[in-house]
């Protein structure tokens, strides 16, 4: 076991960081600590849909995931992997407008 340089936890690891750090500071500019702050800052919670989520829980579809701007990669926030992948489908397939219209959302 080593301690990750970036976050200071202890881990089974190869290189220098974890893959939590490296994952994150590679795509957001976040190590683990980052991330689990916002995390809290949102009580634990989705984002979105208020639903619990638990950071770091396995593969994507069990834990909260980092949502970012896919035009500019700033983070929004925490969301459950339902939100997340709704989020970034129709960023990037359907115009909101459209989408607004088509709820009646005015």
Excluded at 10 to 28: A, F, I
Excluded at 45 to 71: I, P, R, T
Excluded at 84 to 95: A, D, L
């Amino acid at each position: 076991m080593k301690i990750c340089k970036h976050c200071g936890e202890e881990h089974n690891m190869r290189g220098l960081s974890c893959r939590v750090c490296k994952d994150n500071l590679y795509n957001y500019n976040m190590n683990r600590n980052d991330v689990l702050t916002l995390h809290e800052s949102q009580n634990g919670k989705c984002a979105l849909c208020d639903k619990e989520v638990k950071m770091f829980n396995g593969g994507s579809y069990k834990s909260g995931n980092v949502d970012h701007c896919h035009k500019n990669g700033t983070v929004r926030g925490i969301l459950c992997h339902q939100c997340n992948t709704f989020v970034g489908y129709m960023e990037n397939k359907v115009p909101f407008y459209k989408l607004k219209s088509y709820l009646g959302v005015a």
